[in-house]
């Protein structure tokens, strides 16, 4: 089975009611404050707990959306930050919901002709997948995880992940477990952010994942990373990544 790719069309993901302003500092993980062209300092939901390399510059534009939840502990949530002209997505809750809608726009060709996806449906060692492919005419069931991508310190090139992520190379094992099964096994990387044209595992921040990245695909495991642009009026998908 091929890695898979994602077609030239047009997909995009509305953003409503984004809110520009300025980083002012992001703390304690979950916390960024932020100064909105009124001069107003408000306290934003940061939903990425992720060092976030090369984002958190003071004083670097930032988008905001004002939350709909009356339970929610924040006003606001953080969406995107820009790093020199490029506006990077930040919001983990993201890509689940993207790639989701794009498998089933059928943009993801290797991923297409299950009539049954699945979210986050148990499986391995008290895990949970992010996407569970089901009932295809001609292959077996698909276990799809969804990574987050940010990171990218080498013109054109995506990099995951930003820190060590024991998390993330015990995921890529038990995938490799279910390749063993009979199953197939995907990683679908979402980069939010479209000047990038390829993808590699990061070995110097985290060589542990890495070595289980190489481990993953030697065993079968298919790979995709797709780039999606974000902007003021949301993310659209730009391309798919090649991978190193």
């Given at each position: 089975m091929s890695s898979g790719h994602i077609q030239t069309t047009p997909f995009e993901h509305?953003?409503?009611g984004l809110i520009k302003g300025r980083l002012v500092s992001r703390y304690k993980r979950f916390f960024a404050d932020i100064r909105l062209e009124s001069g107003e300092i408000v306290t934003a939901h940061c939903p990425n707990p992720g060092k976030m390399l090369g984002l958190l510059v003071e004083d670097t534009p930032a988008l905001i959306t004002e939350s709909k939840n009356p339970k929610a502990k924040l006003k606001y949530r953080l969406?995107?930050?820009?790093?020199?002209?490029q506006w990077v997505g930040v919001n983990t809750g993201w890509p689940n919901m993207l790639i989701k809608?794009?498998?089933?726009?059928?943009?993801?060709s290797s991923l297409s002709g299950y009539p049954v996806?699945?979210?986050?449906?148990?499986?391995?060692h008290n895990s949970r997948i992010d996407l569970k492919?089901?009932?295809?005419?001609?292959?077996a069931d698909a276990y799809v995880e969804v990574k987050n991508v940010h990171l990218s310190r080498t013109s054109g090139l995506a990099e995951f992940p930003d820190c060590v992520t024991e998390r993330g190379a015990k995921h890529l094992y038990?995938?490799?477990d279910m390749v063993a099964a009979g199953y197939r096994a995907v990683v679908v990387f979402c980069v939010q952010r479209d000047d990038v044209d390829r993808f590699d595992a990061c070995a110097d921040l985290d060589p542990k994942f890495a070595a289980a990245y190489r481990t993953a695909?030697?065993?079968g495991v298919e790979i995709i990373a797709l780039s999606f642009g974000f902007d003021e009026?949301?993310?659209?998908?730009?391309?798919?990544l090649e991978i190193l």
């Open positions: 509305r953003v409503d969406e995107a930050l820009k790093e020199g002209d809608e794009a498998i089933i726009a059928g943009l993801v996806i699945r979210p986050e449906v148990r499986y391995g492919l089901e009932d295809h005419p001609s292959f038990e995938l490799i695909r030697a065993a009026n949301g993310l659209s998908f730009k391309r798919t």
